[in-house]
């Protein structure tokens, strides 16, 4: 009757037939850095990752930073940290799991903003199903549902087939959602940043994306890495 999926690895549309039902109270967004911290990374660090939006924003910041592929689960992840200086994974991995790691640090959004949807479950079912989307309601955050939304709109402006980083991190304030958002190329040395707020979370995430592509130079980062 329903799946309970992580919301960032859900594609930005949802197919015909099926619904995202309900969006439950959200985990912790950021990334974490387990094994040293950011500020003490020595020159040339080696870091663990295997995804490109964390090596962009990571390189953007730092180009001498050295990379390595990971897979696995969470716990495999952990243990490649003796092989490496650090490797990054989702905060809401280790908070699910109660996990406290020795030298962790918590990325702020400031150095590395999240993948679309992290921290956050979809529980999808069929649309026609009303008694089960009925009762997926009762579990519904609405406030975090909005700010996924905004950023789920976000990457579906930008378009599936887009191969380069994507990240945007919502919030409200004041009643509005606040949504940050990049778009940045596979090394790190161009990276696209913008921000928004609005009320309705559809139409901010298209503006944004928008803005970015149209406005900010997106569109050309896009054709120069077809």
Known sequence: EMAVHSAKDLPAKTNPGLILAAIPERADPRDALVGCHWNELPEGALIATGSIRRRSHLSHLRPDLKFQELRGNIETRLSHVENVDAVVVAKAALDRLNLVPENLDILETSILLP???????????????????????????QEVRSVVDAERAFLAQIGSGCSLPVAAHATLRNQEILLKASISSKDGSTLLRLEGAGIDPFKLGKSIANKLLNEEGGRLLLNENM
């Open 115 to 141: 993948q679309v949807g992290q921290g956050a479950l979809a529980v999808e079912c069929r649309e026609e199903d009303f008694e089960t989307v009925q009762m997926l309601k009762m579990i519904e955050n």
